[in-house]
């Protein structure tokens, strides 16, 4: 056998959805859609958005990731992704890392039924100005909506972007 031999990777079993993750297999899959962005600071802008949520089997966690592109001209403006943890008592912890370089740390809860997930911030790293982001998902008849809000040193907590997301 030659030194630079690698063995196959065995195949991953077909497994089912993590006990975790089940109360929030709705999101799982890709969601596309626009958005409408805002902030005292910006001008008012609009944008394609794709969101992507994922599972590995087996694992009680869920692989988020964003991209965003401006309307008409398709340039790219955000990405970012992270994870998701559910947890049997309807609490949840998020970490998200933005194309910007910030950090999110999140806790929340989520209401299976209701199908709404509520992130608080519990902190934003590696931020100069931006001081808490918090954001809401949840399903309005069929689609995927959310709002992200953000307060800065300057600005206190409001609106900032808000979408709506149909299922690919």
Excluded at 37 to 46: A, D
Excluded at 140 to 168: C, F, P, R
Aim: charged residues 20%; glycine residues 8%.
């Amino acid at each position: 056998m030659a030194a630079n031999f690698i063995p196959p990777l065995p195949s991953m079993p077909q497994s089912a959805l993590h006990q975790a993750v089940q109360p929030l297999s709705y999101l799982l899959g890709s969601w596309k859609g626009n958005g409408e962005g805002s902030f005292p600071t910006i001008s008012p802008f609009r944008y394609l958005e794709e969101l992507q949520f994922s599972h590995s089997p087996n694992k009680p966690v869920i692989a988020y990731s964003s991209k965003t592109w401006k309307l008409g001209s398709g340039e790219p403006m955000h990405a970012e992704s992270g994870f998701w943890r559910p947890k049997p008592d309807g609490t949840i912890e998020v970490v998200i890392a933005q194309s910007t370089g910030l950090v999110e740390v999140q806790k929340g809860t989520y209401d299976a039924k209701q199908r709404r997930v509520k992130l608080k911030c519990s902190l934003v790293g590696n931020a100069t100005k931006v001081k808490e982001i918090n954001r809401v998902f949840e399903m309005v008849d069929g689609e995927l909506s959310y709002e992200v809000e953000m307060a800065t040193n300057h600005t206190s907590l409001q609106t900032h972007l808000k979408a709506t997301l149909k299922k690919l």
